[in-house]
């Protein structure tokens, strides 16, 4: 095995050093891993000189991140909305949302059910083909200025459709 080099200088004059880090992961636990930082005694340089690293932080995230897939789906769950409700309200197949609950995921999945979790009305607003007048009891964001419940605001456009973006607003404060 041929001896590391800094990839700056090009010594030898290397020296290793395994580092505990860790990245928050939300609705799942933090992704901990371990890292190699390697350290050039003649420049200074330091870093990761074989490019290990990418991997090692690329499995404890997707570790971390299947966890909270499992974690919103029971949350989802908990509140009334199961897997094939899921399914209906989004009109996605439920060979697919079955895969989430299995730990099959794409980062798109795993950023919808975020938002679902987040905001829970919105699975209600899809089951109502994105009726955005409709109201999710169970949705409690209060607005940051004077704490009193937000609604769901829509813009309307001139053909009586909706805007796809449905932001929280308060009716008190105007935000």
């Not at 990761?48 to 690329?58: L, P, Q, R």
């Not at 499992?70 to 949350?75: D, F, G, M, P, Q």
């Not at 605001?153 to 459709?161: C, F, H, I, Q, V």
């Amino acid at each position: 095995m041929s001896k590391l080099s800094c990839p700056a200088c090009g010594s030898e004059d290397v020296s290793e050093e395994q580092v505990e880090e860790s990245l928050n992961i939300a609705y799942g636990p933090d992704a901990v891993f371990m890292t190699i930082q390697h350290a050039c005694g003649d420049c200074g340089f330091c870093g990761d000189f074989t490019g290990d690293n990418s991997a090692i932080i690329n499995a404890a995230v997707h570790e971390s991140n299947t966890s909270a897939v499992a974690n919103i789906l029971k949350t989802l769950n908990a509140q009334g909305m199961s897997l094939a409700y899921i399914s209906r309200a989004l009109k996605i197949p439920m060979k697919i949302v079955t895969k989430w609950d299995c730990g099959d995921y794409s980062p798109e999945a795993l950023a919808l059910l975020r938002c679902l979790v987040t905001f829970p009305a919105l699975l209600e607003i899809a089951d109502n083909n994105f009726d955005c007048s409709i109201k999710n009891e169970q949705s409690e964001v209060n607005c940051p200025k004077c704490g009193k419940e937000l609604s769901l605001k829509a813009e309307k456009y001139t053909d009586g459709s909706f805007s796809r973006s449905v932001v929280p607003w308060c009716h008190d404060c105007n935000e």
